[in-house]
Nanobody, 123 residues
Framework: VQLQASGGGLVQAGGSLRLSCAAS????????MGWFRQAPGKDREFVAG????????YYADSVKGRFTISRDNAKNTMYLQMNRLKPEDTAVYYC?????????????????WGQGTQVTVSS
């Protein structure tokens, strides 16, 4: 399994970005996919997760109502639409995959990881 994250960048507070995670190597119908982020000096934290087969989602409270996770089955790609960005959203964002049907917020329960993509929100 390979995950390739992209779409990060520099944006002003209040702006938007869309991250993509291209997945390859197998079908993901039985998988959960997630986005995590890690700011300098902080632990990696859960942002959002999605069950690939059903599309059901779960969000961290800090991003609920601002971020939207989705997937495109045909493209084997997961997205994170980030709106109303805040300086505290600044972090390296990682996509991850878990061979399970339950969305977990624990990073150690994810089996595969993509490389990170930097998101910087200026005030």
């Amino acid at each position: 399994v390979q995950l390739q994250a992209s779409g990060g960048g520099l944006v002003q507070a209040g702006g938007s970005l869309r991250l993509s995670c291209a997945a390859s190597g197998r079908t993901f119908s039985g998988y959960v996919m997630g986005w995590f982020r890690q700011a300098p000096g902080k632990d990696r934290e859960f942002v959002a997760g999605i069950r690939w087969i059903s599309g059901s989602t779960y969000y961290a409270d800090s991003v609920k109502g601002r971020f939207t996770i989705s997937r495109d089955n045909a493209k084997n790609t997961m997205y994170l639409q980030m709106n109303r960005l805040k300086p505290e959203d600044t972090a390296v964002y990682y996509c991850a995959a878990r061979n399970a049907i339950v969305i977990s917020t624990a990073s150690y329960e994810y089996d595969y990881w993509g490389q990170g993509t930097q998101v910087t929100v200026s005030s």
